[in-house]
Each structure stands twice: as structure tokens, then as C-alpha cells.
């Protein structure tokens, strides 16, 4: 595949098939890690290195393994344990790299290992038939488009936090009303690629 088709396949991914914002995956730790900008960058940079690497290590496991011995049946599962085991060594390296960080993510971290945008990452390169480039930077790009939206939405919850809003709308109501509006807003990528 030519450079520009790379290049299609990330901003794709990054904005026109926002995993959060289109295809509504992994918004648990959307809505629960969100309401600091700090706390939202570092869950974004673990979330973003565990589904590049866990996307590498599945299509491997995948392409040499499962089909090689016609287990394909069993990729959900492989994909599970593969990727729980890559959250156990994210969750290892913040602890001890940043200790700060780690206490911030609580429970959330963990978590990861049951972010379906994550397993849906997996699932949606091995269906697309992408190769193993081709998966990298689908990856790259659905890993820093979620990013990039639990960053704005971090952002505009700390904004929103200091702004008179009405009593009935305080907190998560608010939240959903304004994930719904970025929802909305995204769709303006939809003509980009």
C-alpha cells in the first residue's frame, strides 16, 4: 500500500472512525478517567501504547499461530489473554515509573484490560485484512484518537466544573450531554477521507 493510503487509513481511524466518538468503544474509562486533563493524557498514553502493542502481538499470534493450526475459533480468547498481559505490564511500569500517575488512574488502569476498544482494535484489523503495517498505523491512529478525545473531553469537564450550570445538569448529566455533542462534532470529519 502506497504512503497516501497509510495516510488515509490513520486520519480514518484517528477522526472519522473515532473509537469513542463513532463507534462508541472504550467509553468507560472515557467517562471515568475524564474530569482532569492530567489523569486523561496518562490514561491515553496507556491506553495508546497497550492497543499499538497489543495490536502487533495479536496479529502475530494471529497469522502464525491460530491460522497456521485452524484455531481461529479461539481468537477472542487469545486476544483476552494477550492483551490482560500487556495491561499487567503498563500497569507494573506506572507504579513504579509514576507513582502519582498510578494513584491518579486507580481502578481505571485495570480497567484497560476490559476496554472493548481495545479487543475491538484486534478484532476490526484482523476483519480488514490489514497487513502487519497496515495494522500498525491503524492502530497508531485509533490508539491517539482516543487520546485526543479523552483529552478535549478532560479539558472542557475542568471548564465545566467552574461554569454556572444549572443544578439538575451538574456533573454527569452534563458530561453525557456534552460526549454527545463531541459525538456530534466529529461527524464533520466524516467527508475528510
Do not use: W
Request: aromatic share 10%; hydrophobic share 60%; with cysteine.
Amino acid at each position: 500500500m502506497s504512503i497516501g493510503g497509510l495516510f488515509v487509513i490513520l486520519i480514518s481511524a484517528m477522526l472519522v472512525n473515532n473509537f469513542v466518538l463513532s463507534r462508541f468503544l472504550g467509553i468507560c474509562p472515557f467517562l471515568g478517567v475524564s474530569k482532569q486533563v492530567e489523569t486523561a493524557f496518562g490514561m491515553g498514553m496507556a491506553v495508546t501504547f497497550v492497543m499499538t502493542l497489543a495490536s502487533i502481538i495479536t496479529y502475530v499470534v494471529h497469522h502464525t499461530i491460530l491460522v497456521s493450526l485452524g484455531l481461529e475459533y479461539l481468537q477472542t480468547i487469545a486476544f483476552i489473554l494477550i492483551i490482560a498481559a500487556l495491561v499487567q505490564l503498563v500497569e507494573m511500569f506506572i507504579q513504579k515509573m509514576s507513582p502519582t500517575l498510578y494513584q491518579a488512574l486507580g481502578v481505571y488502569l485495570p480497567l484497560i484490560t476490559t476496554n472493548c476498544a481495545v479487543l475491538g482494535l484486534a478484532i476490526i484489523n484482523i476483519q480488514e485484512n490489514y497487513n502487519l503495517i497496515e495494522t500498525i498505523v491503524h492502530s497508531l491512529g485509533a490508539s491517539v484518537g482516543f487520546s485526543l478525545a479523552i483529552v478535549l473531553f478532560a479539558g472542557i469537564r475542568e471548564r465545566l466544573a467552574l461554569a454556572d450550570v444549572p443544578e439538575s445538569l451538574k456533573g454527569f448529566p452534563i458530561a453525557l450531554i456534552t460526549a454527545g455533542l463531541m459525538s456530534i462534532a466529529f461527524l464533520g470529519f466524516t467527508g475528510l477521507v
